[in-house]
């Protein structure tokens, strides 16, 4: 049986179209994808992300287990601050991506993705009982008893404080308004005997935030939102909206890009693995990785012809040669409504993954031309002078 969030009902009487993500049941879109892409792009969108899973890690050793654990290090995190981070199995490969917060000197959230939730925390758990520190480190699942949801979209600033009642602002002091936050920052608001925290981060490419709250108080947050932001063209999203943002920003998504059987290193994630930093799980076989040299690498592909079929997950990339050869398949593809045409990320070898390289897209028995591009995809245009 599928999971609910606790904003199921608030999608129900929206009209979402409702899809299996992950165990969950979750709205795949409201009014459009295009649409719902555009109002992201253009103002801002509202996004369900309760099915992801949350935790807390503190205790005196706290930094130290995690550093132990995660790839970045998470010693050049202040109070306040967040980073992205993975979790590595003893050969390298992505057990998960996830983004870290220290809330505290002694105490850390991690939202970590949906359908590696359970999977994260047993192994977050079997990480710790061989921690040699490990009665200074409490680890808190509390996946089911919090919701989340992101609000994203140049126009969000604007109405982001209005989520909070007034005397949570006060509490929180006039330096930490959710709108003042600077980019990968969190902080806390209490309301009324809960908490609420709110960090300046997003997956669209788009300035944006995301909200934690307990189950309870999600649904109050989520109408308030959606009428603080009417007037600056706020409207509910759904996944596969979620999934063009993403992809245009070449940001991976995990049984896609990342698997246990890829490394950080062919994702192209190298800024967020800390090899220099003391022992963690995985370091050593990315180590042993870097110094031989890398086999295949994930790359930004773009097609040269507009009037070319929509590209998905799992269609062969074939070199030009006279006879063509596989090179690999894509992991993530779709139109991409910014740009017009189709785009897709895919691992091949080093050989064929520097920008200019043209390589062709097989769909459904055809190849089509296709090249290798920087990431991301997508970039927001510079206002004229």
Same mark, same amino acid.
């Given at each position: 049986m599928l999971k609910r969030t606790a904003l199921f009902e608030?999608?129900?009487?929206?009209?979402?179209?409702?899809?299996e993500f992950g165990g969950w049941e979750m709205p795949i879109q409201y009014t459009g994808i295009l649409d719902e892409h555009h109002a992201v792009r253009k103002a801002a969108g509202i996004f369900d992300i309760s099915h992801m899973g949350e935790a807390f890690v503190s205790g005196p050793a706290a930094e130290a287990f995690l550093? %132990?654990?995660?790839?970045?290090?998470?010693?050049?995190?202040?109070?306040?601050?967040?980073?992205?981070?993975? +979790?590595?199995?003893p050969q390298g490969g992505v057990v998960d991506d996830l983004f870290a917060y220290r809330l505290a000197p002694e105490s850390f959230l991690l939202i970590i993705n949906a359908s590696r939730a359970a999977l994260d925390i047993a192994h977050l758990r079997q990480q710790l009982q061989s921690f040699e520190s490990r009665a200074q480190v409490t680890l808190d699942d509390a996946c089911d008893r919090?919701? %989340?949801?992101?609000?994203?979209?140049?126009?969000?600033?604007?109405?982001?404080?209005?989520?909070?009642?007034a005397a949570a602002l006060a509490a929180a002091?006039?330096?930490s308004r959710p709108s003042l936050l600077k980019r990968n920052r969190i902080a806390?608001?209490?309301?009324g005997a809960d908490t609420v925290w709110i960090a300046r981060t997003g997956y669209t490419g788009e300035d944006g935030f995301e909200v934690v709250a307990p189950n309870a108080l999600i649904e109050g947050l989520w109408n308030t939102a959606l009428q603080a932001g009417a007037a600056h063209g706020l409207k509910p999203c759904g996944l596969g909206a979620r999934d063009t943002l993403r992809t245009e920003m070449c940001f991976p998504l995990y049984g896609q890009e990342l698997t246990e059987q890829t490394t950080p290193l062919? %994702?192209?994630?190298?800024?967020?693995? %800390? +090899?220099?930093?003391p022992g963690f799980t995985g370091q050593a076989a990315l180590l042993t990785q870097k110094q031989a040299g890398l086999p295949r690498r994930l790359v930004a592909l773009r097609m040269i012809e507009r009037?070319?079929?929509?590209?998905?997950?799992?269609?062969?990339?074939?070199?030009t040669d006279a006879t063509p050869t596989r090179l690999g398949e894509t992991t993530s593809g779709t139109l991409s409504p910014s740009l017009g045409l189709g785009i897709a990320m895919a691992y091949v070898p080093l050989s064929h993954a520097q920008p200019g390289t043209r390589v062709s897209i097989e769909v459904r028995g055809r190849p089509f031309p296709a090249e290798v591009v920087k990431k991301p995809l997508y970039r927001r245009p510079v206002p004229a002078a």
């Amino acid at each position: 049986m599928l999971k609910r969030t606790a904003l199921f009902e608030a999608h129900s009487r929206l009209g979402a179209r409702l899809v299996e993500f992950g165990g969950w049941e979750m709205p795949i879109q409201y009014t459009g994808i295009l649409d719902e892409h555009h109002a992201v792009r253009k103002a801002a969108g509202i996004f369900d992300i309760s099915h992801m899973g949350e935790a807390f890690v503190s205790g005196p050793a706290a930094e130290a287990f995690l550093n %132990a654990t995660l790839t970045n290090d998470a010693r050049k995190l202040a109070p306040g601050q967040g980073q992205y981070t993975l +979790l590595c199995n003893p050969q390298g490969g992505v057990v998960d991506d996830l983004f870290a917060y220290r809330l505290a000197p002694e105490s850390f959230l991690l939202i970590i993705n949906a359908s590696r939730a359970a999977l994260d925390i047993a192994h977050l758990r079997q990480q710790l009982q061989s921690f040699e520190s490990r009665a200074q480190v409490t680890l808190d699942d509390a996946c089911d008893r919090l919701s %989340a949801v992101a609000i994203q979209g140049p126009t969000t600033p604007l109405f982001i404080d209005a989520l909070l009642p007034a005397a949570a602002l006060a509490a929180a002091g006039p330096d930490s308004r959710p709108s003042l936050l600077k980019r990968n920052r969190i902080a806390s608001y209490p309301v009324g005997a809960d908490t609420v925290w709110i960090a300046r981060t997003g997956y669209t490419g788009e300035d944006g935030f995301e909200v934690v709250a307990p189950n309870a108080l999600i649904e109050g947050l989520w109408n308030t939102a959606l009428q603080a932001g009417a007037a600056h063209g706020l409207k509910p999203c759904g996944l596969g909206a979620r999934d063009t943002l993403r992809t245009e920003m070449c940001f991976p998504l995990y049984g896609q890009e990342l698997t246990e059987q890829t490394t950080p290193l062919e %994702a192209g994630l190298d800024v967020f693995v %800390a +090899l220099d930093k003391p022992g963690f799980t995985g370091q050593a076989a990315l180590l042993t990785q870097k110094q031989a040299g890398l086999p295949r690498r994930l790359v930004a592909l773009r097609m040269i012809e507009r009037a070319s079929p929509p590209v998905r997950p799992h269609y062969p990339v074939l070199s030009t040669d006279a006879t063509p050869t596989r090179l690999g398949e894509t992991t993530s593809g779709t139109l991409s409504p910014s740009l017009g045409l189709g785009i897709a990320m895919a691992y091949v070898p080093l050989s064929h993954a520097q920008p200019g390289t043209r390589v062709s897209i097989e769909v459904r028995g055809r190849p089509f031309p296709a090249e290798v591009v920087k990431k991301p995809l997508y970039r927001r245009p510079v206002p004229a002078a």
